[in-house]
């Protein structure tokens, strides 16, 4: 039988169409774009004012914040996405790892290293036990608390294998300085599911699931995705998120793979993927990710697909995702140079460190990073501690908690707490307790050094902004379970 056809519920998008169509307009789009030439700066300045209320922007004020040009508005634009981000998720920046999981793939992308017809590349598929291997570096070395699990799209690879890995991660328990390593957290970028399938990871413990729909563009999609398979099926991508949602799981990430179509036309899509989200479900992604692409193995598309994104326009996509999406996390990735990564993180609240894409990559060191087993290529290879460091030198504390997610703050309920700002206090007073676990238990004497000058200047920040943001119970409070962290004791959170 027809592998798509034993996969896609064509009953699971029809219910979401309105009058037979879905939520992405390309010529809406394209009109938009076109009549927002030549903003007005103090029409721009009123958007930026609503941007820093946390309110989701219209699709005309995102367009007129795409065509910006004039270099005081762009600072101004930077200016006012680096103090929403503040605002609502203060000064933390979260880390993750990526734990690619099996590169056995039915699709045939033309962008991508893992497509089906790629001979080249080195098929593997990790057991249980070999993920377990993985996840005992990440946790009980490196001290990484949360895990992005990535899996391609084949029979082999379905729900089953994927709750079943997920179960193997969370298993790990590696005995450290203080404590264990854990994983924490399973967030998976995965292919799209059925309702039921996403149930099955759902109660494997999920976090969150991530897909990108790759291109918002109909025409381009079509190109680059053969119609004989699942990814061939653009709705059937479209609706993942929804579907998702429909089976439960409330926290869902979006993503686009910018330099497939012209950037401003991506971003206007991500958006009308957040539009349709908050307007079906009353919640929007909890993420949003904008990897470039890179060169991969065997793939000589990927390094010429005419849309290529330059480093400033880069810039400018994640200052207007991050004031369109006000509420949403922003993703940067290892796919991005050092250098670039400090350009945008000031904008962004998660990025990864220590990255191997291979299958096995982490286990075994020698053969791991082999251009055949990987997607694509990475551009910053640092560690964890490396990367710690550099943060906490410009003042970015790196947060390592999940309480949100075991406390209920999910859903709605985060969405609510961080249009507020309430949920970056909760944040800030967890990034200092599980900063100081990590520092403790894995970081370099240097990294130590500078980090608990860090967590200094935040007690005293956390002290300078009582009580109007933080109570006399949350300070003393913070004060004992910090004092009980620095003495051993793990996983204590608000």
């Known amino acids: 039988m027809d592998y798509a056809a034993t996969v896609i519920k064509q009953a699971e998008i029809d219910k979401y169409l309105s009058g037979g169509a879905d939520f992405i307009d390309d010529a809406a789009i394209v009109r938009a774009l076109e009549s927002g030439k030549n903003p007005d700066p103090k029409r721009v300045r009123d958007i930026l004012a609503k941007s820093l209320s946390i309110e989701t922007l219209s699709m005309d004020e995102t367009a007129t914040l795409l065509n910006v040009s004039v270099p005081e508005l ?3 634009m930077f200016s006012a996405a680096a103090q929403v981000k503040r605002k609502v998720y203060d000064n933390r920046v979260v880390t993750f790892a990526p734990l690619y999981c099996s590169n056995l793939c039915a699709n045939n992308c033309a962008y991508c290293g893992f497509r089906s017809s790629n001979t080249v590349e080195k098929r593997r598929m990790l057991s249980a036990g070999e993920v377990k291997k993985e996840v005992e570096i990440l946790a009980g070395k490196i001290g990484h608390k949360r895990l992005i699990m990535v899996y391609g799209e084949h029979p082999s690879t379905g729900a089953d294998y994927i709750a079943e890995t997920m179960q193997a991660a969370y298993s790990v328990k590696v005995p450290v300085k203080s404590g264990r390593g854990e994983i924490r957290r399973v967030n998976i970028n995965a292919a799209p599911m059925s309702v039921a399938d996403y149930k099955k990871v759902k109660a494997a413990g999920l976090g969150t699931f991530q897909v990108f729909q790759e291109t918002y563009h109909r025409e381009t999609y079509a190109k680059l995705h053969p119609a004989n398979t699942v990814k061939g099926n653009f709705r059937w991508r479209l609706y993942a998120q929804h579907r998702a949602q429909e089976a439960g799981i409330d926290d869902v990430a979006i993503g686009a793979l910018f330099g497939l179509y012209d950037w401003r036309f991506e971003v206007m899509g991500l958006l009308s993927h957040a539009h349709a989200m908050e307007k079906q479900f009353g919640i ?33 996509l994640v200052c207007v995702l991050r004031l369109a999406i006000p509420y949403a996390g922003m993703i940067v990735t290892c796919r991005e140079r050092p250098a670039m990564i400090r350009e945008v993180i000031p904008m962004c609240t998660q990025r990864d460190a220590s990255s191997r894409i291979g299958i096995g990559a982490y286990s075994d060191r020698d053969g791991g990073q082999e251009t055949e087993r990987q997607q694509f290529m990475l551009s910053d290879s640092r560690s964890l501690d490396e990367v710690i460091r550099e943060l906490a030198s410009m003042g970015y504390i790196t947060s390592f908690c999940t309480a949100g997610y075991r406390c209920g703050r999910t859903g709605d309920h985060i969405m609510k707490m961080l249009r507020s700002g309430r949920e970056g206090r909760f944040c800030k007073l967890n990034a200092i307790l599980t900063f100081r676990e990590w520092l403790d238990d894995f970081a370099s004497p240097e990294t130590k050094r500078i980090g608990d000058e860090l967590i200094a200047k935040e007690l005293s920040e956390v002290k300078t902004r009582m009580p109007g943001e933080f109570t006399d119970e949350m300070w003393t409070t913070l004060n004992d379970y910090y004092r009980r962290v620095a003495s051993g004791e793990r996983d204590l959170c608000f």
Do not use: Q, Y
Request: net charge negative.
């Open 284 to 316: 929007g992604p909890h993420t949003v990710s904008f990897p470039r692409i890179e060169p991969a193995c065997n793939t000589p598309f990927a390094t010429r697909t005419g849309h290529e994104v330059s480093d400033e326009d880069f810039k400018r």
């Open 74 to 76: 762009l600072r101004e």
